[in-house]
């Protein structure tokens, strides 16, 4: 069903955008068979060392704010909850909260996104609908949660997900063992 997004498929390459590797806006098997050899000719020029695994075909989603909810392991804490703004400008704009996964409460959750920019956003900015803050907590336990289950995990992003008025979507997901 379109319209849907073309990403390429790759653990060697991180920023897909910056070299062309992700298309939105899909309309037609057409215009996605040139997209496909697009993208593969554009990840060949950019890493001609990397054989992708392919492209990846997903529904495009509806635009929602952008939020980034992830893990690193501290040597000595364990790991660390990372919530903040998502999308292309993470690095750039660096509005991120950690706290530690383990024994996170909900009061430590709300004050994490309480410490960001972004929750102004979620909460609805100059008259804008407010996003499912809910959501958007529920996804930070999760990965907390995993994230104690599987001491074996050493990174993970979920970035970008789109929070909207009811519920969210996770765009990207990556995962380091």
Known sequence: EFPVVLKIASDKILHKSDIGGVKVGIESEEEAKATFDEIIANAKKAHPDIVPDGVEVQKMMETGQEVIVGMIKDKQFG??????????????????????????????????????????????????????????????????????????????????????????????????L
């Open 79 to 176: 790991p660390m909850i990372a919530f903040g703004m998502g999308g292309i400008y993470v690095n750039l704009i660096e509005d991120v909260s950690f706290k530690l996964a383990n024994g996170i409460s909900s009061q430590e959750i709300d004050e994490q996104i309480n410490d960001t920019k972004v929750s102004e956003l979620l909460k609805g900015y100059r008259g804008e609908a407010p996003c499912d803050i809910d959501a958007v907590k529920e996804a930070i336990k999760r990965v907390a949660r995993l994230t104690l289950d599987f001491p074996e995990i050493s990174e993970l992003d979920i970035n970008p997900i789109f929070v909207y008025e009811n519920g969210s979507s996770a765009l990207d997901i990556k995962i380091k």
